[in-house]
């Protein structure tokens, strides 16, 4: 399969890259600075940013599939919303339908899994951040696309373990789980229809 990947240098992205090229998939990543990412066998780099939407389609074009593991950090205005609107709108456009995104436990009807201490911390420092991550998740709903979101819990750079809990229950508690698991659980929904337009949490 050839996935279109978009986030590739962050953290979770990267775990993306690496478990993608190591199950023999083709990858294109588009970034902004190339330098970021070791050429390697299977990666195709696009040169570009996200909201730029002439880089975009280019960085979905002849893509299977698309991963959007697009984060934000202090300093610059969230990117997820408006991004995911044009990697939506080059998706539609070049006819690829399947859509894994990452977004994060604590968006939208999942706020009350999120223990209350850390609920009042991410209003506090996050709220930006955790508002574009709304509307992303309200683009994509809207798509008429074949998406899966994956809302993680806290994340860490430890190792891929493949014991985590992943489902739709609103039991589910925000918990820590590494960047490594989450990487596998989104690669598996490629082909994994189970969760086909839903929003499991994953810890």
């Known amino acids: ?8 240098t962050g953290g979770t992205g990267r775990q993306v890259l690496a478990q993608a090229l190591e199950q023999g998939h083709g990858v ?3 970034v902004r600075d190339p330098a970021k990412l070791v050429e390697q066998a299977g990666l195709t780099r696009v040169v570009g940013d996200v909201l730029d939407p002439e880089a975009t389609r280019h960085g979905v074009e002849g893509a299977d599939a698309v991963i959007c593991v697009l984060g934000s950090h202090g300093g610059r205005e969230p990117v997820e919303a408006v991004g995911t609107r044009l990697i939506l709108e080059a998706m539609r456009s ?27 911390i991410m ?8 508002q574009a991550k709304e509307e992303q998740e309200r683009l994509i709903k809207a798509s008429g696309l074949d998406w899966t979101i994956v809302r993680p819990g806290g994340l860490t750079d ?24 989450v990487a596998e659980f989104v690669l598996k929904q490629l082909t994994d229809l189970s969760y086909l337009h839903q929003t499991p949490a994953i810890t």
């Open 94 to 120: 070049l006819g690829v339908r399947r859509l894994v995104a990452v977004t994060s436990m604590g968006v939208g009807d999942s706020r009350a899994q999120i223990n209350p201490l850390f609920r009042a």
């Open 123 to 130: 209003d506090l420092t996050l709220k930006p951040i955790m």
């Open 28 to 30: 294109t990543a588009l």
């Open 1 to 8: 399969m050839h996935i279109a990947l978009f986030g590739a």
């Open 158 to 181: 430890g190792p891929r373990t493949g014991s985590y809990h992943a489902g739709l229950e609103r039991s589910i508690r925000g918990g820590r789980i590494s960047r490594a698991d």
